[in-house]
């Protein structure tokens, strides 16, 4: 059975930061390339954060405004891809999602539950 489970959202002030952590099973966890998405109230959900698969290098890309703040990062010992947000401002302020799709067939697409990452003061 195929899950991700996503974990270490939470309410944290401007300027703070958190790790996001997706813990992933059932599947061959280096086959995929991992994302984190997020989805603001009322906004439709974008892509913040992706990294390849392994044997793609590992490469990374970010949403525009994460640049400088966001790094996306993957252990494949442990089956986890990890998002440490850093400088957070309020417009973080989501449901962050973490996805994995195959890197050669984009039909085996999955995605966690989600976790609420609330910046406030």
């Known amino acids: 059975q195929v899950q991700l489970v996503e974990s270490g959202g939470g309410l944290v002030q401007p300027g703070g930061s958190l790790r996001l952590s997706c813990a992933a099973s059932?599947?061959?966890?280096?086959?995929?390339?991992m994302s984190w998405y997020r989805q603001a109230p009322g906004k439709e959900r974008e892509l913040v954060a992706a990294i390849t698969a392994a044997a793609a290098g590992g490469t990374t890309n970010y949403l525009d405004s994460a640049k400088g703040r966001f790094t996306i990062s993957r252990d494949n010992a442990k089956n986890t891809v990890y998002l440490q947000m850093n400088s957070l401002k309020p417009e973080d302020t989501a449901v962050y999602y973490c996805n994995a799709k195959h890197i050669y067939n984009s039909l085996y697409t999955y995605w966690g539950q989600g976790t609420e990452v609330t910046v406030s003061s």
């Open positions: 059932g599947f061959t966890f280096g086959n995929y390339a």
